[in-house]
């Protein structure tokens, strides 16, 4: 008669259990690395989408118009219809930078969009290229296209008492020229007043307190990477990544400038036309 084989011990069943708890350990980094790779991929593509853009709104447009340059870039981007809507003989009523959601503007990996998505973006123009009203990119940008910073990731929503509003709330919106300056109207929820501020999607825009190159501040302080929202300063560009900022260049090209580049060269790529010679980090 053929022998009866004996149950799993308990002792072969934990073997078992920890060989393939060490498999997941081993393998769930890996996972994590590719899934990043990707990401990091899809939003450098936006980033590229948005440079081509501005390329090509230069070409065809000698001076830097009076709309904000997400807002002029909308025909290049396969947005046409949006663009159209807001122009000043278009449907009336219809202020689309603050009911729309346009996704090609959100960067999926910042964290502050679960706080909202519609009107607000999630990069940044640099507001020392664009913050002269027809004035000529090609003649403002002198040190260089590759070595001048346009774009960068931003939060776009910034809360400063985890989760609840108060007066430091900040909201980026996509369709805001870069000097837009008014006096955000108080808001009462629950018998609680505050007021937000909405400001373009810009940094180191003098309009608005950012931190500016040549500024005391920019002698220590360069982008924050992945900070909690309350802790974000809407002063300066925020990553929602741990390794770098994603940053596109004027010239097109699109890198991850490293958290060590230091603040004088960070600051140097900034500015269109200061002269600067880049530090061996960049």
């Excluded at 799993?8 to 994590?32: G, H, K, T």
């Excluded at 593509?45 to 070409?59: F, P, S, T």
Aim: net charge neutral; hydrophobic share 40%; glycine share 6%.
């Amino acid at each position: 008669m053929s022998e009866r084989r004996p149950a799993l011990s308990l002792l072969e069943f934990l073997v078992a259990v920890a060989i393939v708890a060490i498999l997941l350990a081993l393998l769930l980094p890996a996972v994590q690395k590719v899934r990043l790779s990707a990401s990091v991929t899809r939003e450098k593509n936006k980033v590229r989408q948005i440079a081509l853009a501005i390329h090509m709104y230069a070409d065809n447009h000698d001076r830097i118009g009076y709309n904000s340059i997400f807002v002029e870039i909308l025909p290049y981007m396969e947005r046409g219809a949006y663009y159209e809507k807001m122009l000043p003989n278009g449907p009336k009523g219809e202020a689309l930078w603050g009911a729309e959601v346009m996704p090609p503007y959100l960067n999926e990996d910042d964290p502050s969009l679960a706080i909202q998505r519609i009107g607000v973006a999630s990069y940044c123009i640099n507001a020392q290229i664009y913050k002269e009203f027809h004035a000529n990119r090609s003649a403002l940008i002198r040190d260089g296209m590759s070595n001048t910073i346009e774009i960068t990731t931003c939060y776009a929503n910034i809360m400063k008492q985890n989760g609840q509003y108060s007066q430091h709330d900040v909201k980026r919106f996509w369709g805001f020229e870069i000097n837009f300056i008014r006096p955000s109207p108080p808001i009462t929820i629950n018998g609680i007043q505050f007021t937000l501020e909405f400001r373009p999607a810009a940094f180191a825009n003098p309009f608005y307190g950012d931190v500016l190159p040549g500024s005391a501040e920019a002698q220590s302080v360069t982008f924050q990477l992945r900070p909690k929202i309350e802790e974000a300063d809407p002063r300066i560009p925020q990553s929602p990544y741990t390794h770098g900022l994603l940053a596109g260049l004027a010239d097109g090209s699109v890198r991850m400038i490293s958290p060590q580049i230091s603040p004088q060269t960070f600051w140097a790529a900034v500015t269109p036309n200061g002269g600067e010679v880049l530090g061996p980090d960049w």
